[in-house]
């Protein structure tokens, strides 16, 4: 099939004018265009060109005033409020088609978040989830989206751990000190040893030498014994220590806690373990064993405990209050029993008062009620131990000191008699005279304290 022939230019139709008559007043016609008929070749060009698109609408007049409206325009700034400032608005006709409609901003369009969402992620899912409408209402989208907001997770808390018995937190401490403690110095090698290591068979001594072998190995009995002694019974020692709280106190509670410890450890570990259960200064605390107090220096060892110890544990106010009471209970039956004229007189002509008072002061070191003072004077004479009940007068304890300090004869009874309204030798106790018919309890004095006399000239 050959090509198709190029169309060509439309050809400019002619105009055919012709000029009528003007009329009889001298008027000018108009004249007439009347354009010749088409012919079927000028046809087909038409419907040729109609195939074509033809932009008439844009010329040089357009292209210019576009130019001139993009340089009138402001230059871009880089500041960021001027960016944020929006452009002027333009005024703009309301057309019919938008009349009667409220426009919502822009800000209504986007997803609502609530602020009492727990995390992050339930934010987002409820910002997608949702979508702001027209009329202010929010549309949620349905429950099987994708969309849809997410059950609410439990609530963040911390669960309180499960509480400890006491048990269980006395030995975690133990372990805690036991492990912080200084490590025991490893024990020095012993003759033995140094034997087994080096025979002396061979060896020939010197008669020194040998004489001090002889002793050596003599003493080597005994060393064993105490070694036996010392390292009698296991190495875990099983303690029962009883809280003894005060009798006055209406919501004390005595309980026992068992304690597992090794024989040759100290006891500063469990003193420390009783004061922190029982909220009481280590200084405070005092801890007895069949009676007699035991320090925080002291071992399982040296007491001689086996494998079980039953110890007390209290407060000093406790333990001074528990020994008034043991006090009390001894010298009601002595007092009692005692008649009243067999009391000697102070003052009479015999000369057995002075060593009735000092029998008195000077008590048999068996009775577990006594203790000793130490007692001293200003005027340059030597220190005078005692040992006392606390039942002994505060007169006797004076008597007592004058005549071991040979003063006996210088501050005769008669003299003091008469002198008592002026003062005379009298005892001191925290700067407090005594009186000299009370007793030394009173004064609340402990096994080696110090006190001092006044009045000696």
């Excluded at 002027?88 to 209504?108: F, M």
């Excluded at 303690?239 to 009798?247: A, I, R």
């Excluded at 009692?336 to 002061?361: F, I, L, N, R, Y």
Aim: charged share 30%; hydrophobic share 30%.
């Amino acid at each position: 099939m050959p090509p198709k022939p190029r169309p060509k230019a439309r050809p400019v139709a002619r105009n055919v004018s012709s000029n009528t008559s003007a009329t009889s007043n001298g008027e000018s016609s108009t004249s007439r265009r009347t354009p010749a008929e088409k012919s079927a070749r000028e046809k087909e060009l038409d419907q040729d060109d109609a195939f074509f698109l033809r932009n008439r609408n844009i010329d040089w007049k357009k292209i210019d005033r576009h130019e001139r409206e993009v340089s009138a325009q402001p230059p871009a700034s880089s500041d960021p409020e001027d960016s944020d400032a929006s452009p002027p608005a333009r005024k703009r006709h309301k057309t019919g088609k938008n009349k009667g409609k409220d426009v919502l901003p822009e800000w209504t369009k986007n997803g609502v978040i609530e602020l009492d969402s727990s995390s992050d992620e339930e934010r987002g899912a409820k910002a997608k989830g949702t979508k702001a409408t027209k009329n202010g209402r929010d549309d949620i989208s349905p429950a099987g989206s994708q969309n849809n907001k997410r059950p609410r997770s439990r609530s963040r808390s911390l669960t309180p751990p499960p509480q400890l018995s006491q048990a269980q937190i006395q030995n975690a401490r133990l372990a805690v000190r036991r492990a912080l403690a200084d490590t025991v110095r490893a024990p020095s090698p012993t003759a033995d040893d140094w034997e087994g290591e080096q025979s002396q068979d061979t060896i020939v001594l010197d008669p020194e030498l040998a004489a001090i072998q002889e002793r050596v190995r003599s003493s080597q009995f005994l060393q064993g014994e105490r070694s036996n002694g010392r390292g009698g019974g296991p190495e875990i020692v099983m303690l029962k220590v009883k809280w003894k709280p005060h009798p006055q106190d209406p919501d004390g509670e005595e309980d026992t806690v068992q304690y597992k410890y090794r024989r040759r450890d100290n006891f500063s570990v469990l003193f420390n373990e009783i004061a922190d259960s029982h909220e009481v200064p280590i200084a405070s605390l005092v801890v007895t064993f069949e009676g007699l107090r035991v320090f925080s220096s002291s071992t399982p060892d040296s007491l001689k405990v086996w494998a079980e110890a039953e110890m007390e544990a209290c407060d000093k106010v406790t333990f001074d209050f528990l020994r008034a009471q043991r006090l009390q209970r001894s010298q009601a039956p002595t007092s009692s029993g005692q008649p009243s004229g067999s009391q000697p007189k102070s003052g009479a002509k015999s000369g057995g008062g002075d060593s009735d008072s000092e029998t008195e002061v000077e008590s048999s070191a068996e009775d577990d009620d006594t203790f000793k003072l130490t007692i001293r004077s200003g005027t340059g004479v030597k220190d005078v131990t005692l040992t006392v009940r606390p039942s002994t007068t505060c007169g006797a304890i004076v008597k007592a000191f004058l005549k071991r300090a040979g003063l006996a004869d210088k501050y005769e009874e008669g003299k003091s008699r008469r002198k008592s309204t002026a003062g005379g030798p009298r005892l001191i106790v925290d700067g407090d005279k005594m009186d000299p018919a009370a007793p030394i309890s009173e004064a609340d004095l402990e096994d080696g304290d110090l006190v001092e006399i006044a009045g000696l000239s």
